[in-house]
């Protein structure tokens, strides 16, 4: 699990200096995937380092509000954004089942 966690926290924070370098090239709209962006990866952090269920419960809102923007701001496919959104919840979910006593 942890693995997995490492990688969903590389590839946020690679995401939020794209979207952070979108922003500063004049894209206003990327300013608003940065927010969730950072939800995600304090998310990823608390369940990471804290072992905490409110790092789940973070990672879930903060991939509703990147489908949300996708979709709206940047105009992208629906059902494509959907599986993205859908994928990393449910395999954290999937690894964390087992051990989900474990967690605060």
């Known amino acids: 699990m942890k693995i997995w966690l490492w990688i969903v926290l590389f590839m946020d924070i690679i995401t ?12 206003s ?3 608003a ?5 950072l939800l995600q990866i304090t998310g990823v952090s608390i ?12 990672i879930c809102l903060s ?6 923007a996708n979709v709206t701001l940047f105009d992208g496919d ?20 087992p051990y989900w006593n474990c967690f605060r």
Do not use: Q, T
């Not at 200096?17 to 894209?27: A, D, M, N, P, S």
């Not at 995937?33 to 962006?37: A, G, N």
């Not at 369940?47 to 973070?58: A, D, E, N, Q």
């Not at 629906?78 to 089942?97: G, Q, T």
């Open 29 to 31: 709209a990327a300013a």
């Open 16 to 27: 939020f200096i794209y979207y952070g370098r979108l922003f500063l090239l004049g894209l």
């Open 63 to 68: 991939e509703v509000v990147i489908f949300a």
């Open 47 to 58: 369940l990471l380092f804290h072992k905490r269920r409110l790092g789940f419960y973070i």
């Open 78 to 97: 629906i059902v494509l954004s959907l599986i993205n959104s859908v994928v990393v919840p449910l395999v954290i979910y999937a690894l964390m089942k």
């Open 33 to 37: 995937c940065m927010i969730p962006e």
